[in-house]
């Protein structure tokens, strides 16, 4: 055999690292945060979406109200200790069912967060977010993705032409009074007290009612390159890097899932690995009740060593 092929590649064994070294690995202490991926479908097709959503990219179907009760109910039959819902797509607001699912996990007493471009899609459900808005209050709140403050960097991510209707969008969430969240981006290498002063001069300028300062009002997701050189995750590197597993996102959540060509949805460990097949923990939640084996890039450059984490409450 040749010193090639003795010599394994990084994130190749779920078990052990190409050294040799023992992967880490999170437990699930509890099922706090459920997301629901509503389908891959997306106005826009940015330049480095997490999940390669774009017009056309339906390899995760919309999910449908049906699909969304069966969890919904097994979390109650299960007394699962989940609090928060998270909706995510592609555009959450081009799934046909979209309202009805909101509806039904504010019904249930669920918070709910949901992700959004605040684009057209959003904005054709107007009404429906008003008496929503209005029935639950602080229980909904909206995650708008604005890459930067600029918007010419925005629109480098986001294309042409984006700006103008997420800003009419965002000034929309803003002035009706709902409970927003941004999503920002640390692609363009300025560091985080930069950022943060540029967004609080931008809500200021424009009346947007966000404290850029809290963390979890304006998120900066690091960037994910499965290509860029990432270190793997031994068990070893909790103590060196002073990271608790169970701060991981994995130890808390799941997201739910419809590949096409699938008679039924499958629960997957994290919201970012929505295509990766070692990350399938099975059908139900009773299932994916199970430790998570940290190997893929996105595990180490967002989770562990980017501190990323996707909830309103993470």
């Not at 419809?258 to 949805?265: C, E």
């Not at 299932?287 to 060593?305: D, R």
């Amino acid at each position: 055999m040749s010193i090639a092929r003795l010599h394994k590649e990084k994130f190749s064994d779920p078990y052990e690292t190409a050294k040799g070294e023992t992967r880490a690995w999170v437990n699930q202490r509890a099922l706090k945060i459920l997301w629901f991926n509503t389908g891959t479908l997306c106005n826009l097709a940015c330049a480095n979406c997490y999940i390669e959503s774009t017009p056309t990219n339906d390899a995760l179907v919309y999910l449908t109200h049906a699909e969304v009760v069966v969890y919904l109910d097994e979390i109650e039959k299960e007394s699962y200790p989940t609090h928060e819902i998270g909706i995510t797509g592609g555009e959450p607001f081009m799934n046909p069912d979209i309202i009805p699912i909101m509806r039904e996990c504010l019904d249930r007493g669920f918070q709910l967060l949901v992700l959004t471009n605040a684009m057209r899609p959003m904005m054709k459900c107007e009404k429906d977010l008003l008496t929503l808005k209005n029935e639950f209050g602080a229980a909904l709140t909206i995650r708008v993705s604005v890459d930067h403050f600029k918007p010419e960097l925005h629109e480098e991510e986001r294309g042409p032409r984006s700006w103008k209707p997420m800003m009419l969008g965002l000034k929309w969430l803003s002035d009706n009074g709902f409970k927003i969240d941004i999503a920002g981006r640390t692609r363009w290498s300025e560091d985080q007290a930069e950022l943060r002063l540029g967004f609080d001069a931008f809500f200021k300028q424009n009346d947007i009612n966000i404290d850029a300062h809290d963390k979890k009002h304006l998120t900066l997701f690091p960037e994910m390159d499965e290509n860029a050189p990432v270190p793997e995750i031994t068990t070893g590197c909790w103590d060196t890097l002073n990271v608790d597993p169970d701060d991981m996102m994995c130890a808390s959540s799941r997201m739910v899932v419809k590949r096409k060509g699938d008679q039924k949805p499958s629960v997957m460990a994290c919201t970012l690995l929505a295509y990766d097949q070692q990350f399938n923990m099975g059908q139900t939640l009773k299932e994916a009740s199970k430790s998570v084996q940290l190997n893929h890039p996105h595990c180490a450059k967002f989770c562990v060593l980017g501190g990323g984490a996707c909830s309103v409450t993470e």
